[in-house]
């Protein structure tokens, strides 16, 4: 079993910058891609930002330049810094990781976080 626990979501006014982090605990042999996704009310959630286990990145548009996305393989983490947020950044972040477990041989399956509310406003 894998689990994902984020935190770092919160009230921010426009122009600040948070930080989400996400750490995968569990059975893991090896983790590959790592991102965030965010859904904001009567929306369908969007992909926000992805890594590789190569720390290759892509990113939504509409974050491209604000937000930066990167991961310790040490600490099974990978962090969301955003920065310059808009009201239009308002969602709950879910953290997601692609992960093969021990004993799983080179299956690779979803995992998601609880999500974390982030709130831009004044």
């Known amino acids: 079993q894998v689990q994902l626990v984020e935190s770092g979501g919160g009230l921010v006014q426009p122009g600040g910058s948070l930080r989400l982090s996400c750490a995968a605990s569990?059975?893991?042999?090896?983790?590959?891609?790592m991102g965030w996704y965010r859904q904001a009310p009567g929306k369908q959630r969007e992909l926000v930002a992805v890594?590789?286990?190569?720390?290759?990145?892509n990113y939504a548009d509409s974050v491209k330049g604000r937000f930066t996305i990167s991961r310790d393989n040490a600490k099974n983490t990978n962090y969301l810094q955003m920065n310059n947020l808009k009201p239009e950044d308002t969602a709950v972040y879910y953290c997601?990781?692609?992960?093969?477990?021990?004993?799983?041989?080179?299956?690779?399956?979803?995992?998601w976080g609880q999500g974390t509310q982030v709130t831009v406003s004044s």
């Open positions: 569990g059975s893991i042999f090896r983790i590959n891609a």
């Open positions: 997601n990781a692609k992960v093969v477990a021990n004993g799983m041989g080179n299956v690779e399956l979803d995992y």
């Open positions: 890594i590789t286990g190569g720390s290759s990145s």
